[in-house]
């Protein structure tokens, strides 16, 4: 990559990083790809997964092959020095304000691929590139289904002419000139719950007896879904029940008649994944029998696991070891991390690829932090993996 190309990408991430905005919210980010995609005269749709464009780059015929790249932020405070760091927010239904941040490496995502955009227009190949700028990669948000950017891409069809997929996430410990990879099962089945109980208020002295304590409920239910994991499902399975919010009760002497509880279910294996909710599900139709109470569960988000594809990985062999070299290629053990990039993989044979973004500055943070830096450096082998793999997977 030039010079000139790797500035003006800069530029680009760093505008995206001062101007974050969360899922299903990204309209500034997604004009700005618009924008990017008009100077490179490449036919784009927009408003595709609600606010997701979708590039596409045909020169003669062959197969298609889809890039993809998520633009949405997270409801963090950005807490670093930066010049272009963000100080954006949003409002929230209730009118809170909310600040916004790219702390999980979006925007240098979406600057990836406009990169590898910018190499493939001047690219001679045989075949067809879809640009995926996908929307809510993080949550779904107010979206009515509880479905993500990813889950709604794949519904809307564009990847039906598509004969393989490659993703990448940028990774903040891992050294820049670095890619790390599992191949199968990668990333964890995710799923967000929420549990609602709905008891009896009464006198917590005079008279409990009359009342159906919704916290002692709550207790059992807490117990009994946390001993999912070490009394259901095989050791060997990497498995993961979190109670993460804990809601109710009104005063000292009033017992509580409501109690509201949230947490997140996470297992490699999506038959493992499926077995754990189905004994939640027994578990509160049995305590709400027991208890002669009303509870009920809905999941705001449910991912499948991640499969990365060996054939794909394969075929890659050659791109991989000329960006990066052979040593610098490391295979990695499955985490339990979740990537809605698992709705591609799930349709087409699929790769993705974690990139060395180590910032030079000590300490490191992980995603997800307000403190995460990523090194700008790793957006040249960003974009020349986008770019050379789609050559390499329209060959083959």
């Not at 941040?101 to 979006?106: F, L, R, S, T, Y």
């Not at 947490?263 to 939640?280: N, P, W």
């Not at 499969?307 to 794909?312: A, E």
């Not at 020349?384 to 997977?393: F, N, P, Q, S, T």
Request: aromatic share 8%.
């Amino acid at each position: 990559m030039d010079k000139e190309l790797k500035n003006k990408l800069i530029g680009i991430r760093r505008k995206i990083h001062a101007n974050p905005e969360i899922g299903y919210q990204e309209f500034e980010t997604a004009e700005l790809v618009c924008k990017e995609l008009e100077a490179l005269h490449i036919p784009y749709k927009k408003n595709i997964a609600k606010t997701g464009v979708v590039a596409v780059l045909k020169k003669g015929e062959g197969p298609c092959i889809a890039l993809r790249a998520d633009m949405d932020a997270l409801p963090i405070k950005e807490e670093n020095n930066l010049d272009f760091k963000s100080l954006k927010k949003t409002k929230s239904t209730s009118g809170n304000e909310i600040p916004l941040m790219h702390a999980c490496g979006h925007d240098m995502h979406t600057t990836m691929l406009l990169g590898a955009a910018a190499l493939l227009k001047d690219t001679a190949f045989k075949g067809t590139v879809k640009f995926i700028f996908q929307p809510s990669e993080e949550d779904v948000y107010d979206d009515a289904e509880k479905k993500s950017g990813g889950q709604r891409i794949v519904e809307s069809g564009e990847l039906n002419d598509v004969k393989a997929a490659l993703g990448l996430h940028v990774h903040p410990l891992l050294p820049v000139g670095k890619l790390a990879f599992k191949l199968g099962q990668a990333l964890a089945c995710a799923n967000f719950f929420k549990i609602e109980i709905t008891g009896k208020m009464a006198h917590a002295a005079v008279a409990p007896h009359l009342g159906i304590d919704a916290i002692l409920i709550s207790s059992h239910i807490i117990q009994a879904v946390s001993s999912i994991v070490s009394k259901y499902i095989p050791p060997h399975e990497p498995t993961v029940v979190s109670f993460t919010k804990i809601n109710g009760g009104i005063a000292p002497n009033v017992i509580a008649d409501k109690v509201i509880l949230e947490g997140t279910v996470r297992a490699l294996d999506l038959s493992t994944f499926t077995e754990v909710l189905k004994r939640i599900e027994k578990i509160i139709e049995a305590t709400r029998i027991a208890f002669d109470c009303k509870i009920k569960i809905e999941y705001n988000l449910n991912y499948p696991s991640l499969l990365n594809d060996k054939n794909v990985h394969n075929s890659l062999a050659g791109t991989l070891n000329t960006v990066f070299g052979k040593e610098n290629i490391i295979p990695v053990d499955a985490i339990l991390g979740s990537e809605d990039f698992a709705f591609y993989s799930r349709k087409v044979p699929s790769m993705f690829y974690f990139l060395g973004a180590k910032d030079t500055t000590e300490p490191a943070y992980f995603l997800h932090d307000s403190k995460v830096i990523f090194n700008e450096e790793c957006i040249p082998y960003g974009s020349k993996l986008l770019c050379d793999g789609a050559l390499e997977l329209l060959k083959s």
